[in-house]
Nanobody, 127 residues
Framework: QLHLVESGGGLVQAGGSLRLSCASP????????MGWFRQAPGKEREFVSA???????NNADSVKGRFTASRGNEDETVYLQMNSLKPEDTATYYC?????????????????????WGRGTQVTVSS
């Protein structure tokens, strides 16, 4: 069982960058597809980025060319690099995981596919 913990959120000016991290203390993410989602106040949670066990990524249209998900070398951490941030990126960002075993190419944009969720980290982008 995973216990996901996000970190790296904060306050940044428009055009700036942040890197979010997601880890599960004492565990590695080998065999898991990972995803990043976000929820702004008054809005539903939405897909941001997904990464398969082999590193294949899929990004929402709203963040393509600006955000990139990656996996740490030892598969202990998953990252979301966010560049060229906009005020509309302001949200709580969540990390999610789904066990995929040896299907290293699978990734998911549907939040219902994921089993494990973190509590989120706040990202605020000022104009």
């Amino acid at each position: 069982q995973l216990h996901l913990v996000e970190s790296g959120g904060g306050l940044v000016q428009a055009g700036g960058s942040l890197r979010l991290s997601c880890a599960s203390p004492g565990r590695i993410f080998s065999g898991y597809a990972m995803g990043w989602f976000r929820q702004a106040p008054g809005k539903e949670r939405e897909f941001v980025s997904a990464i398969s066990g082999s590193g294949i990524t899929n990004n929402a249209d709203s963040v393509k060319g600006r955000f990139t998900a990656s996996r740490g070398n030892e598969d202990e951490t998953v990252y979301l690099q966010m560049n060229s941030l906009k005020p509309e990126d302001t949200a709580t960002y969540y990390c999610a995981a789904k066990f995929t075993g040896d299907d290293y190419s699978a990734y998911y944009s549907d939040e219902t596919a994921y089993t494990y969720w973190g509590r989120g980290t706040q990202v605020t982008v000022s104009s």
